[in-house]
């Protein structure tokens, strides 16, 4: 089945810094790939769509300046939180979707626990 | 504007009967439907879909059943086992965006 990696698992880092995750597609290529965070008991919230080689689409009140990213090639996408603070702790979940496949079916990574002390 | 909508927040069933969890539509334009289930610190796990133009689609223990009409659909799994205890994520997708739009989740405990 489609596999979707994403590392690192769990990153503590101090305010002011940044914090790269990354997200990749081990066995399919994924033409978009998504960007997600849940608060605790929440639904999933959709942050940015990324299409390979192309910017990506950030949704409503998502700091485009904060979160970077980058889709630079078709197995890989990358998150990157900068100058984090606090607030910015959270569960950090990307996704990938097969384009060859018309259902829309993505297919999560993991997660990533964000903690910033 | 919640499209897809999940109005049970948790649901209770015991082990070896079916568990049904329901999930209610507004854009009559979706083309697919899915389901997920996500445990706690993990991300979501693709477990079944269907096609707006079909009425039910099966695999293993897992079956869902779409009503268009009624803009309805529902996952049925059964025999409920331990588990499947996890939260359930109904999602819908139109090939015009880009996106899955998500229901809130349903939280299932299957009781031994």
């Known amino acids: 089945g489609a596999v979707v990696s994403q590392h690192p698992s769990r990153v503590i880092c101090k305010s002011g810094t940044s914090v790269k995750i990354e997200c990749r597609s081990l066995?399919?290529?994924?033409?978009?790939m998504f960007w997600y965070r849940q608060f605790p008991k929440q639904s999933l919230m959709l942050m940015a769509t990324?299409?390979?080689?192309?910017?990506?689409?950030?949704e409503q009140g998502v700091e485009k300046d904060k979160f970077l990213i980058n889709h630079a090639s078709l197995t890989l996408s990358t998150l990157t939180v900068t100058s984090a603070h606090p607030e910015d702790s959270s569960f950090y979940i990307c996704?990938?979707?097969?384009?060859?496949?018309?259902?829309?079916?993505?297919?999560f990574g993991p997660g990533t626990r964000l903690t910033v002390l | 504007d919640q499209q897809v909508k999940q109005n049970s927040p948790s649901l209770s069933v015991q082990e070896g009967r079916i568990s049904i969890l329901n999930c209610d539509y507004t854009n009559s334009m979706f083309d697919y439907f899915l389901w997920y289930k996500k445990y706690p610190a993990e991300g979501p796990t693709f477990l079944i879909s269907?096609?707006?133009?079909?009425d039910k689609n099966e695999d293993g223990r897992f079956t869902v059943f779409l009503n268009k009409s009624a803009k309805h659909l529902s996952l049925h799994i059964v025999p409920s086992q331990p588990g499947d205890s996890a939260v359930y994520f109904c999602?819908?997708?139109?090939?015009?965006?880009?996106?899955?739009?998500f229901g809130q989740g349903t939280r299932l405990t299957i009781n031994p």
């Open positions: 999602a819908a997708y139109f090939q015009g965006a880009q996106k899955l739009v």
């Open positions: 990324s299409n390979e080689g192309s910017k990506a689409t950030y």
């Open positions: 066995d399919f290529q994924a033409t978009t």
């Open positions: 269907i096609s707006s133009i079909k």
């Open positions: 996704s990938a979707r097969d384009g060859l496949v018309g259902s829309g079916t993505q297919y």
